[in-house]
C-alpha cells in the first residue's frame, strides 16, 4: 500500500496527505504555528505532554498535508487505550483555509484510526476555535468527558466520536 494519499480540495486543488514522524522538520514547523495559534488565541501553547513515538503507527500517526509542495497543513492521533484515541495537532495554514483540508485530514485520521482498531476518537478543543467546533459538530462529534492536562479546564471542550470499523481506504502503516 502507498504511504501517502492524494485528495481534491473542495476548490478543485489537490492535496497531499502523507505520514511523518513527529520530529520531521515540516512538521515541527507546522506544530510551532499552531502552537502560535494557541499563543494568539488563548494566551499560552498547548500544554498537553506529547511524546514523538506516540504518533508512529500502529498506535498513532501523523500526517502532513502539502498543496502544490508547500505544507499547508496537520493532523495526528495517538492510543488513549481501552479502543480510544486522541485527535491533535488539526492545523491549516491560513492562506490554505476554506478549501476542506481540515475535513479532509480529519476523515484520513479517522479512517487510519478504525482500521487500527480505534473505537473512539476524542480531542479537546476551546470557545476560540469556533471554525474548529463548526467542524467537528459538521462530521458528528459529540461532546464526551474531560481527560489529560485540561480535564478540569472550565472552558475546555471535549468531543468525541464512534469509528465504523472496517472500512476500506488508504492506510498509513507501511
Known sequence: MSTSAEVVLRDGSRARLRPVVYDDPVAQELVGRVQQEYVQRYGGPDESPVTPGEFTPPTGVFLVAEIGGVPAGTGAWRTLGDGRAEMKRVYVEP???RRGLAQALVEALEADAARAGIRSLELNSGPEQPEALALYALM???PVSGFGVYACH??????????SPGEEEQTWAS
Open 140 to 142: 458528528g462529534y459529540t
Open 154 to 163: 472550565p472552558q475546555a471542550v471535549f468531543l468525541g466520536k464512534d469509528l
Open 95 to 97: 492562506a490554505f483555509r
